[in-house]
């Protein structure tokens, strides 16, 4: 017999409402225009809840911070001050601090129904929760199992998708296994039913964003669609996301032993005497470079952004974290580092001998790390990264799998670098990082000396002098879209499709 829990039914819609954009193509489709209201135990709100599971979830990458939902735990066992207290001042003279813990704030979910899917996944027909009401403010919901201190599990999705509040169901989670907590301690919670992914992220925002109560570039881990919801990037928030993204990759690039630019990026935009060694870049150099191409909106003519923009309509934007994004950037650099530092490739002579005298100890590294070099300059960083971007924004749309990447990194938490590490480890050996070596092959034989450098006739110097200022970019691109055209592979098409939209 399966179990009942009566909720209260809410309305929360206003008329004017039903004008605004709904397409369902964008992961908006029209909600219902009533919530409900119900209690329900912590072992039975967890067991119905996807928020253990879900990783696989369209986007939806949920945070967890053990540490957190452990203070939760000892806050409801022991109240407010003794929770805080050291575990070794938690005595017999300070027994007089405990109270109750009380959570009286609501768990929001959202109920599944039979039509939503989850990456080809749904909720099984016997597992879904049905809804009966009337006219009046009463529902009843019939769970798909009677016992609701049952160690129940789904046969294939789970019923609820849990929108805010999942380090209270985690914080019960060890201790109803070791009975530090009963297992009929119950919950508030607000349900939707059927709510689109994208509705549920505007939500994550309004509850968590809105009043400033966490960062936003964790909001943009948890939830990936926030990356190009149009209404964000109307109030700036998403311009602002955008650029502090940047920033924390390119601090990441800087900071990060993997990295080929570790301690090689001129983050406090000094000359060229006090800079770090071979640091030609700067840091605002490196944040405008990815704001345009790799966290690109996609809006007007500009590229669509692999990090930023939605790969497909229906799939979303690319579900990664800041960690596993960084881990993207320090493999292609790498690859590119490892391919360009070659003796038998025609322009990395020169390079080699600046004065064309033979040198004792001829480096190939100058051909990355040298001062007349582009990709040590700011117009080389930018047109790799633009060009990247499109390539690799192209192939995901194409082969989508190649970008599924399994990932014990946890989003939505502040990044460290044992979770860069992980990330840089867990892309080796896939068949993306063999394409992105596959790139830097192709690119490695463009000329990427400056105008300054060595051995250069006076034509192909006034080349690239041309590189030079804002109509640089574009002719630089077109020139290394050329290059890679002629690339045996899909990389040369998908360029040749991208000059083809420059001419």
Request: aromatic share 10%; net charge negative; proline share 7%.
């Amino acid at each position: 017999m399966a179990g009942k829990v009566e909720a209260i039914r809410f309305k929360q819609w206003l008329p004017e409402w039903d004008d605004f954009d709904f397409d369902p193509n964008q992961h908006r489709r029209k909600p219902e225009d009533h919530i409900l209201l119900f209690s329900m135990p912590a072992v039975q709100l967890r067991a119905l809840s996807g928020v253990y599971r879900r990783k696989e979830g369209v986007g939806l990458q949920r945070l967890h911070d053990p540490k957190r939902s452990a203070a939760i735990r000892d806050f409801v066992r022991f109240g407010h001050p003794y929770s805080s207290l050291p575990r070794a001042a938690r005595d017999e003279g300070s027994a007089a601090m405990r109270k109750p813990g009380w959570l009286p704030t609501a768990i929001v979910v959202n109920i599944l129904n039979g039509d939503d899917e989850r990456r080809g996944r749904r909720v099984a027909a016997e597992d879904l929760v049905k809804i009966v009401h009337d006219d009046s403010a009463r529902a009843e919901l019939t769970m798909p199992y009677a016992d609701q201190l049952e160690q129940w599990t789904p046969k294939a999705l789970e019923p609820f998708e849990v929108i805010d509040g999942q380090h209270r169901l985690w914080a019960f989670d060890e201790a109803l296994a070791d009975g530090t907590l009963p297992g009929d301690f119950e919950l508030p919670v607000v349900a939707f039913t059927g709510l689109d992914v994208g509705w549920q992220a505007y939500l994550f925002w309004s509850i968590n964003v809105s009043p400033k109560r966490i960062n936003p570039s964790h909001a943009f881990d948890l939830f990936p669609l926030l990356r190009s919801a149009e209404w964000l990037e109307t109030l700036s928030d998403l311009r602002i996301y955008r650029q502090a993204r940047a920033q924390e990759l390119t601090e990441i690039l800087y900071n990060q032993p993997e990295s080929p630019f570790y301690n090689r990026i001129n983050m406090l935009g000094e000359s060229s005497k006090t800079a770090p060694p071979g640091a030609g870049v700067s840091q605002a150099g490196w944040v405008q470079a990815m704001t345009t191409s790799f966290l690109s909106t996609g809006s007007g003519r500009s590229a669509k952004g692999l990090f930023a923009a939605d790969i497909t309509p229906v799939a979303g934007p690319l579900p990664w974290s800041r960690p596993q994004q960084a881990a993207f950037l320090i493999v292609l650099w790498k690859a590119i580092e490892d391919a360009v530092c070659n003796p038998e490739l025609e322009w990395v002579v020169p390079l080699m001998q600046p004065d064309g005298q033979q040198n004792l100890d001829p480096s190939p590294e100058l051909a990355f790390t040298g001062s007349r070099t582009m990709l040590n300059q700011e117009q080389g960083v930018r047109g790799v990264l633009a060009v990247a971007n499109e390539i690799f924004f192209s192939l995901a749309q194409l082969r989508p799998g190649l970008f599924d990447l399994k990932t014990r990194v946890v989003a939505g938490v502040a990044t460290n670098p044992e979770d860069v590490t992980t990330a840089v480890a867990e892309l080796g050996g896939t068949e993306l990082q063999m394409l992105i070596v596959g790139f830097a092959q192709a690119i490695a034989p463009f000329d990427w000396r400056s105008a300054d450098a060595p051995g250069l006739d006076e034509q192909l110097r006034l080349v690239k002098r041309a590189f030079r200022g804002s109509s640089g970019y574009v002719a630089l691109r077109e020139q290394l879209f050329s290059h890679l055209a002629k690339a045996p592979n899909d990389i040369a098409r998908i360029a040749a499709e991208s000059l083809a939209r420059l001419s």
